[in-house]
């Protein structure tokens, strides 16, 4: 395993598992299959509504919680520091005028078609290190077909997963991934073995949209439809408590 160095001294797995919608039933199992595969950062949010769920794996998996990295994130409507899908605009502002508490990561979607490389230098600028949602855009794109990087992997006899992850960890890219499956972590996981040349990451960045695959921030349509569906789904999880006991 590799790692990064935070802001504030504290050192970060640079490759960690991701449970964002993973369901609650599913969520402790495949949180105990990547601990056993070997990954030491774990990263949930309280709008995934499965924090429970990542904490009962934490106590029963065996391993000491002073060698694990949790990362979670609270909802809007409780007092924090926004560290997550800040624009390089937002982040600065931040930077600049709540000098006491400078966030250590940015989480921002990033991958080969959005490579975020203008918001990275933005973030390096001030000691916030660049962590990615997102890495292979869900597949969207053909993004696990694409020629470029499949003529890259089939080079190092690696999959197209494995060469993107690589990439991003090579960029100094915090990496959060996700998979139910085992197989498909330990393969995610297989990334410290092989180096990508020079030549090859720049064949890669020439990948760059500079655009999302999925949404944009800054659309109050798009604020909007994140906080209804946040609502709804803690609706429905009260509902379920309320039913369980009755």
Known sequence: MEYVKLNNGVEMPILGFGVYQIPKEDTKRCVLDAIKVGYRSIDTAQSYFNESEVGDAILECGIPRSELFITTKVWIDNKAIGVSNFYPDRLVDMCLFERKVIPAVNQVETNPLNQQIKAQEVMQKYGV????????????????????????????????????????????????????????????FDVFDFELSDEDMN??????????LFFNHQDPNMVEWFD???QTRRENDDYRKEKKNF
């Open 129 to 188: 290190h660049i962590e990615a949602w997102a890495p292979f855009g869900e597949g969207r794109n053909n993004m696990f077909s694409n020629p470029t990087l499949k003529e890259i992997g089939n080079k190092y006899n690696k999959s197209v997963a494995q060469v993107i992850l690589r990439w991003l960890i090579q960029r100094g890219v915090i990496v959060v991934c996700k998979s139910t499956h085992i197989d498909r972590m330990q393969e995610n």
């Open 228 to 230: 209804s569906m946040v």
């Open 203 to 212: 064949i890669i960045k020439k990948l760059d949209s500079n655009d999302s």
